[in-house]
């Protein structure tokens, strides 16, 4: 096992273009996330690492980083989703669409993670794989 604490990484994404679709929620969610890992970050337990706005380029960056290798534990992702496919952003603040099939495969051969925990519409098939 990788020295070091345990990694929570934390990637959230939200339409820009279209503000019918912005998840004004998005922040209360994240926000409720770090007042419950408060206690767990002051004791020095855990390291967590947030991606806002959130491109497929950075969720995969942040598990290759080596700062961060085989420590991440829990994956956790807020933003557009549906039974297949996970709505990112591209570097422009338009859509990028992250294929459940291809993230599974990467998040599976992930060493040490734990939890994957996708809080998007219609992502229990993307579990249930």
């Known amino acids: 096992?990788?020295?070091?604490?345990?990694?929570?990484?934390?990637?959230f994404a939200n339409d820009q273009q279209d503000q019918a679709r912005y998840l004004r929620g998005l922040a209360a969610e994240l926000r409720g996330i770090r007042n419950a890992l408060g206690p767990a970050?002051?004791?020095?337990?855990?390291e967590i690492v947030e991606r806002?706005?959130?491109?497929?380029?950075?969720i995969i960056d942040v598990f290759?980083?080596?700062?961060?290798?085989?420590?991440?534990?829990?994956?956790?992702?807020?933003?557009h989703a549906d039974s297949y496919r996970l709505l990112l952003e591209a570097e422009d603040g338009s859509g990028q669409v992250a294929h459940a099939e291809g993230l599974n495969?990467?998040?599976?051969?992930?060493?040490?993670?734990?939890?994957?925990?996708?809080?998007?519409c219609s992502t229990q098939d993307q579990a249930m794989d």
């Open 105 to 120: 495969q990467f998040l599976a051969g992930q060493p040490g993670l734990e939890v994957v925990f996708l809080n998007g």
């Open 52 to 58: 806002a706005n959130a491109t497929v380029g950075d």
């Open 1 to 11: 096992m990788p020295e070091g604490k345990p990694v929570i990484f934390l990637a």
């Open 64 to 79: 290759q980083d080596p700062a961060y290798s085989g420590r991440i534990r829990v994956f956790h992702y807020g933003g």
């Open 41 to 46: 970050r002051q004791a020095q337990a855990v």
